[in-house]
């Protein structure tokens, strides 16, 4: 049986040396993190619906909602132009 291979993730490029820049996350985590931002947005949108107090938490809802969507589809974007050579990795290059 083949293992899978640990995918590393690069931590955010003003990195202090405090941490040592790779965290090693299992592929299937990795490749479905973006997936589970948007659902996670749908999902707030969708409870805006059923929230009682909606006039207190509707800013928070929709922030989470709209923060989430919108880093699920940047993640995605940035995956894609990476993988097809379009974008380099320009945090190592110091």
């Known amino acids: 049986m083949r293992q899978r291979q640990a995918t590393?993730?690069?931590l955010a490029s003003h990195?202090?040396?405090a941490t040592p820049g790779k965290v090693?996350?299992?592929t299937l985590l990795y490749e479905?993190?973006?997936y589970l931002y948007l659902l996670t947005g749908v999902v707030a949108l969708f409870a805006i619906l059923y929230v009682s107090d909606w006039?207190?938490?509707l800013p928070l809802w929709l922030m989470l909602a709209g923060l989430s969507i919108h880093g699920g589809l940047r993640i995605?974007?940035?995956r894609y132009h990476y993988r097809r050579?379009?974008?380099t990795e320009t945090a190592d290059n110091d």
Do not use: T
Request: proline share 14%.
């Open 76 to 78: 995605l974007w940035l």
């Open 55 to 57: 006039y207190r938490s």
């Open 85 to 87: 050579g379009e974008i």
């Open 8 to 10: 590393p993730v690069r």
């Open 24 to 26: 090693w996350l299992p």
């Open 32 to 34: 479905s993190l973006p």
């Open 15 to 17: 990195d202090f040396r």
